[in-house]
Each structure stands twice: as C-alpha cells, then as structure tokens.
C-alpha cells in the first residue's frame, strides 16, 4: 500500500508559479510511474503530467506543455510538478497518483491504469 500527500497548493496570480509535492510512504516508490491529474470545478478529472519509474521519460497533457515540468527523485521518496505562466483555467484541485507500470521507462496517462491516489490539493489562479 502507498500513501500519496500533495502539498505546496495555494493561490496564485495569473502568470506567477507553483511547485507542487507529492510524498510516498513507501521505500518502493522507486517502482511506480508517477502521474498529476487535476479536477476544475464541474469538469471530469483530465490528465497534466507523468513521469516514469526511473525518471527518464515524460509526458505532458497539451494545456501543459511549455509551462510545467514533472519530476520524480526516487531517493526522496517525492514527485514534483512545477507550474509556470500560470492561467485562471489551471484552476483545480490536483492529484498525484502511483502506477505499477511493466518497465522502467513507460509513460502512463491513463486514470484506470493508477492504483494509488493522494487527496488531492487546491491549486487557485486569480485573475
């Protein structure tokens, strides 16, 4: 069992940044593909970002390329999501999920794929 925790939420004006965190519990974290999905208000919960078990291969949703990187430090037990240039429409709660994925450098974007769930973190961008 892995236990996910965001942190580094908050409110933002337009065009400034956040760095989101996620920590795992477990010393296996190494193992998993690490991803970000994020929920607006009324809309389905989309894909943003993941990054592979060994950190080497990304993918970026369009609405977040060129504007935020993902990565994971598989000493630290943490996957990070650093936004830039943020937008009003980047408003959402953001989650950070885990993902036993078949070698260590595939990519996973979809939701059903993710066995682990953090809470989730409120990200707001005024305007």
């Known amino acids: 069992q892995v236990q996910l925790v965001e942190s580094g939420g908050g409110l933002v004006q337009a065009g400034g940044s956040l760095r989101l965190s996620c920590a795992a519990s477990q010393r296996t974290f190494s193992m998993y593909a690490m991803c970000w999905f994020r929920q607006a208000p009324g809309k389905e919960r989309e894909f943003v970002a993941t990054?592979?078990?060994?950190?080497?291969?990304?993918y970026y949703a369009d609405s977040a390329k060129g504007r935020f990187t993902i990565s994971k430090d598989n000493a630290k037990n943490t996957a990070d999501l650093q936004m830039k240039s943020l937008k009003p429409e980047d408003t959402a709660v953001y989650y950070c999920?885990?993902?036993?994925?078949?070698?260590?450098?595939?990519?996973?974007?979809?939701?059903?794929?993710?066995?682990?769930w953090g809470q989730g973190i409120q990200v707001t961008v005024s305007s």
């Open positions: 990054v592979s078990w060994n950190g080497a291969s990304t």
């Open positions: 999920a885990a993902a036993t994925v078949p070698t260590s450098d595939w990519v996973e974007v979809r939701q059903g794929s993710y066995d682990y």
